[in-house]
């Protein structure tokens, strides 16, 4: 069993790959989303989830996913497809870092994929490369609520690969960028997505008694329960981001570049 097919398997029951509760996201995209006409561009969509519960109630709305994950895609087009969204939605099986469009965005959401890009600000530069002036990102990353003990650290964490929330903002802000909004995932949030991720590999465990990859895992569902319990739970934090920009100078930027083919 490779990485993606256990995150796949671990995510059944939290579809938003990241701490955030369904209210939390309904109210961050009621922020975010713009009213009327608008294009939307999830760089590191994986299963599409944010990308769908976006479009829900709103018809004028059209979007983008983008993620190298395959078989994340083929499940956001059977989803997109059961929900009528098919002919506004579209998936591209790529890096998102490398991905162009011949369109510009009125809002880029990049949740939990900084990975991707190298960091927070490296994210938000891709993602500034594909707005529409005046557009909108949302962006959700990992902080630290505190600075990480022993048990964070050797549960596979470096102590400098995230900074505390103020100079998270503070570096953002430095940037160019100014906050519009903001979430800080609660402990609850945070717990109900680490047993929901937890639980749903372990339950796929005991209900495939005679495959293979059984043992494997039980033990994906225990290293990471041990890792998150005794290791970085209430230290590891998670914000996401409404950020503008203030009006500057006209972007540099083409609305009309190659299109994309859509995998």
């Known amino acids: 069993m490779h990485r993606r097919q256990i995150s796949s398997i671990a995510h059944t029951l939290h579809p938003i790959a990241a701490p955030l509760s369904a209210a939390s996201v309904r109210t961050l995209l009621d922020r975010a989303v713009p009213d009327g006409e608008a294009r939307l561009l999830d760089l590191g969509c994986g299963s599409g989830t944010w990308l769908l519960r976006a479009q829900a109630g709103r018809p004028d709305l059209r979007a983008d996913g983008v993620d190298n994950d395959a078989d994340a ?130 339950r796929w465990a005991l209900d495939h008694p005679g495959d293979p990859d059984h043992v494997q895992a039980l033990n994906a569902a225990a290293a990471h329960r041990a890792a998150w319990l005794h290791g970085y739970r209430g230290t590891l934090g998670f914000v996401t981001l409404l950020l503008g920009r203030e009006p500057g100078p006209p972007y540099a930027v083409s609305r009309d570049l190659p299109t994309p083919s859509p995998s």
């Not at 895609?73 to 991905?99: K, P, S, T």
């Not at 505190?146 to 570096?171: I, M, N, W």
């Not at 109900?192 to 639980?199: K, L, N």
């Open 73 to 202: 895609l083929v499940a956001a087009r059977a989803a997109a497809d059961a929900a009528g969204l098919g002919d506004r939605v579209a998936f591209y099986a790529q890096d998102a870092a490398g991905f162009s469009s011949p369109h510009r965005y009125d809002l880029v959401l990049s949740i939990g994929a900084s990975h991707a890009f190298g960091g927070m600000l490296p994210t938000l530069k891709a993602a500034e490369s594909h707005l529409v002036p005046g557009g909108r990102v949302l962006v959700g990353d990992c902080f630290w609520e505190h600075e990480p003990d022993r048990g964070t650290l050797d549960s596979g964490f470096a102590a400098d690969e995230y900074d505390d929330l103020a100079t998270t903002v503070d570096r953002v802000v430095a940037e160019g960028w100014v906050p519009l909004y903001g979430h800080v995932s609660t402990l609850q949030e945070w717990d109900d997505y680490e047993w929901s991720w937890t639980g749903s590999l372990s």
